[in-house]
């Protein structure tokens, strides 16, 4: 069966610092990778999606994410963290080629300090 | 603009009154589906549709049913709500997907039930 991990709960970080948030996954087959964002009393909001080619995706707001076959993780970057980058954080993952729909993680709550 | 809307965003209710949450997409969107969102588990799927009158059941359906009559509209019904089903609901619809996979969804604002 996939499944995501996101190992950390809580990330803080000092604004202007760059972030990461990270995810691992466990899928069969080639991956399909989404970051989505959520703002409190928000629906979640899509950043990012792996399916295929360059390893390094980037996204909305100024946001990346690298895909490591090896070590099957798909972190989420920023070089330089605002504030206003607060949110809870889901990375998702669903098997491409196959029937099996999306599993997302459990969040990681990102506070980005003043 | 571009949404996804659900009523009611705030519902308390009690147990085994039936109650419908209404979702809908001004985007002309194929597929559509429910999430729950409980602390510490993420986001689970419980229903999912295709299309209109195609549905099917995603992680956690025990206790729920859908219906899709209309492209725009996708209702989520508990026709005996319990305690355990006490939880923040999202709908969200997508015009790309791979195999049973959204490939890119746009989520509703939630819906805040409480069943007591």
Redesign the interface.
């Known amino acids: 069966a996939q499944s995501v991990a996101q190992p950390e709960d809580q990330v803080n970080v000092a604004e202007g610092n760059p972030l990461t948030v990270k995810c691992t996954y466990s899928v069969s087959g080639n991956p399909y990778l989404f970051w989505y964002v959520q703002y409190p009393n928000r629906g979640l909001q899509f950043l990012l999606k792996y399916i295929t080619g360059d390893n390094l995706v980037k996204g909305s707001y100024g946001f990346e994410a690298e895909f490591n076959k090896s070590q099957t993780s798909f972190h989420l970057k920023k070089p330089s963290a605002l504030v206003s980058d607060s949110a809870l954080y889901f990375c998702a993952v669903s098997p491409s080629g196959s029937a099996r729909q999306l599993t997302f993680g459990s969040g990681t709550q990102l506070t980005v300090l003043p | 603009e571009a949404q996804?809307t659900q009523n009611p965003r705030y519902l308390i209710t009690v147990t085994g009154k039936k109650l419908t949450v209404t979702c809908s997409q001004n985007m002309n969107h194929e597929y559509m589906s429910w999430?729950r969102q409980d602390p510490?588990?993420?986001?689970?799927?419980i229903y999912?549709s295709m299309n209109v009158e195609v549905t099917d059941k995603?992680?956690v359906p025990e206790g729920y049913k859908v219906s899709r009559k209309e492209k725009r509209n996708f209702p989520l019904i508990l026709e005996s709500p319990s305690p355990n089903q006490t939880s923040l609901y999202?709908c969200?619809s997508s015009s790309r997907w791979?195999?049973?996979?959204?490939?890119?969804?746009?989520?509703?604002?939630?819906t805040r039930l409480t069943v007591t």
């Open positions: 996804v999430y510490g588990l993420g986001l689970r799927q999912y995603g992680d999202f969200a791979s195999g049973r996979a959204p490939l890119e969804q746009y989520f509703g604002p939630g």
